[in-house]
């Protein structure tokens, strides 16, 4: 059992940028992929991110790349994501998610997930 808490949201302008931090509960936290995914009103949730269990892969949307980076501290249970250059179609509800095994961007693969975070970016 995997509980996951987020953090670091906010409302800022276009250009800006924001860290969001995800820690998670339980001693196997290192045993599992993490992903970042987020939620617009009106639309799907979409993959953000993702990184294997070790740090040593990561994945991203292509509207994010160059701007998005995620990274994970084992020893501290937890994930990040720094998001760099914000735009206004970046704002939506920011959720992390935990799999085992393999780093996925499908969020079906993910067993785990917190209650989000926002992120608002005005123009």
């Known amino acids: 059992q995997v509980q996951l808490v987020e953090s670091g949201g906010g409302l800022v302008q276009a250009g800006a940028s924001l860290r969001l931090s995800c820690t998670a509960s339980?001693?196997?936290?290192?045993?599992?992929?993490m992903g970042w995914f987020r939620q617009a009103p009106g639309k799907e949730r979409e993959f953000v991110a993702a990184?294997?269990?070790?740090?040593?892969?990561?994945y991203y949307r292509d509207s994010v790349k160059g701007r998005f980076t995620i990274s994970r501290d084992n020893a501290n249970n937890a994930v990040y994501l720094q998001m760099n250059s914000l735009k206004p179609e970046d704002t939506a509800l920011y959720y992390c998610?935990?799999?085992?095994?393999?780093?996925?961007?499908?969020?079906?693969?993910?067993?785990?997930w917190g209650q989000g975070t926002q992120v608002t970016v005005s123009s």
């Open positions: 998610a935990a799999k085992s095994n393999l780093a996925s961007r499908e969020i079906n693969d993910y067993r785990y």
């Open positions: 339980g001693r196997t936290f290192s045993s599992y992929a």
């Open positions: 990184i294997s269990w070790a740090g040593g892969r990561t």
